[in-house]
């Protein structure tokens, strides 16, 4: 009950552990860095830091992701001036095609 609660409120005691766990290995990391010869390379800009993505994939290559490519490809070679897309996802299909062709999108779910 009290775990349905928690994440209900959008509160997930396993990230929060994944989080402590994560802050360890950060600053560990950025000490190294820092104490590194390659420490005055790159400027150290406003730290941001992404805790809870040492244990996560890089993501899944399912069906989409293939499908995505091929009629991609397949719209690559027709050549067409622009492309009107109702539907798909902007970080999946639309962002294939946006690289080589104009895409209007029409979608129902707002684009924050």
């Known amino acids: 009950m009290l775990k349905d609660l ?6 997930n005691p396993f ?3 994944d989080a402590i766990r994560g802050w360890k290995r950060y600053t560990e990391s950025r000490k190294e860095y820092r104490e590194s010869e ?3 390379l790159m400027p150290w800009g ?3 830091p992404m805790l809870m993505e040492w244990n996560e994939s890089s993501g899944a290559l399912g069906g989409y992701f293939h499908q995505d490519l091929i009629v991609a490809k397949w719209i690559y070679e027709a ?3 622009r492309h009107v897309d ?3 996802r902007i970080d999946g299909f639309i962002g294939h095609l946006a690289v080589f062709r104009t895409v209007d ?3 129902i ?3 924050p």
């Open 46 to 48: 406003k730290e941001r």
């Open 38 to 40: 390659y420490a005055g």
């Open 6 to 11: 928690l994440r209900n409120s959008g509160i």
């Open 15 to 17: 990230r929060l552990f």
């Open 105 to 107: 999108v029409i979608d």
């Open 86 to 88: 109702i539907g798909s």
């Open 79 to 81: 050549k067409p001036h």
């Open 109 to 111: 779910r707002p684009q």
